[in-house]
């Protein structure tokens, strides 16, 4: 089945600490996977995505790169500043079907 | 550009009174529509998705139903809302069978019960 599997939070760093959210994934096949950040009373935007193994997603410095061989897709980013407090939300789409499963979501919070 | 409506933002209604809430397209047509729901300090779970008018595809049971009346018009709807019911609700679109497209969502609207 499809499945992801993401790192508990809240996670609570200092400003321009480095950030790494865990993401692991079960999937058939080779699904695309993606990113979604939910700043606090909004709905979800798309942060970065992969769709083949060993790309690199990136955006607003944030980083993630497509493994294969672990079935991960951390997100990182260097310097982490107070306005990266959100939500991160982990995703996979199966290659043959437009559906998405999310993970259960990681609480950021930045402390200035 | 594509843009996605949803409304209202913020919703309070009382056990067992009925719900509909709204969710609209621009810009594209023949959407992949979706509605999820957050629960509070939860994941997302999807609800309901849907390829075409009058297609609805329903992934966990409940007390919920949903249609698609128009091909960029979605409605998440019940008769007698639950306690249970409560979270915040997101409609979402995505492009058809291509690969490698995330959703794009609404801003989401937020179900309070009492």
């Known amino acids: 089945g499809n499945s992801v599997t993401q790192m508990e939070g809240p996670v609570t760093l200092s400003e321009e600490a480095f950030l790494t959210i865990n993401c692991t994934y079960t999937?058939?096949?080779?699904?695309?996977l993606f990113w979604y950040v939910q700043y606090p009373g909004e709905g979800l935007q798309l942060l970065l995505k992969?769709?083949?193994?060993?790309d690199k997603g990136s955006n607003k410095g944030f980083e993630a790169t497509y493994r294969k061989e672990t079935t991960s897709f951390h997100l990182e980013k260097g310097s982490v500043q107070v306005s990266d407090s959100a939500v991160y939300f982990c995703?996979?789409?199966?290659?043959?079907?437009?559906?998405?499963?999310f993970g259960s979501g990681t609480k950021l919070n930045v402390k200035p | 550009s594509q843009t996605i409506h949803q409304w209202p933002a913020t919703l309070v209604q009382p056990v067992g009174s009925p719900l509909s809430l709204e969710c609209t397209v621009e810009?594209?047509?023949?959407?992949?529509l979706y509605w999820y729901r957050q629960a509070a300090g939860r994941g997302l779970q999807l609800l309901f998705y849907?390829?075409?008018?009058?297609?609805i595809s329903s992934e966990v049971p409940q007390n919920l139903s949903a249609s698609r009346p128009q091909d960029r018009q979605f409605i998440l709807s019940s008769k007698k809302l639950l306690l249970s019911d409560s979270g915040f609700y997101l409609c979402?679109?995505?492009?058809?069978?291509?690969?490698?497209?995330?959703?794009?969502f609404g801003s989401g609207t937020r179900l309070t019960v009492v």
């Open positions: 849907s390829v075409g008018i009058g297609q």
């Open positions: 999937a058939t096949g080779y699904p695309s």
């Open positions: 995703a996979l789409k199966p290659y043959n079907f437009n559906k998405f499963y």
């Open positions: 979402a679109w995505s492009v058809g069978p291509d690969l490698g497209y995330g959703y794009t």
């Open positions: 810009g594209t047509s023949n959407p992949n």
């Open positions: 992969a769709t083949k193994a060993d």
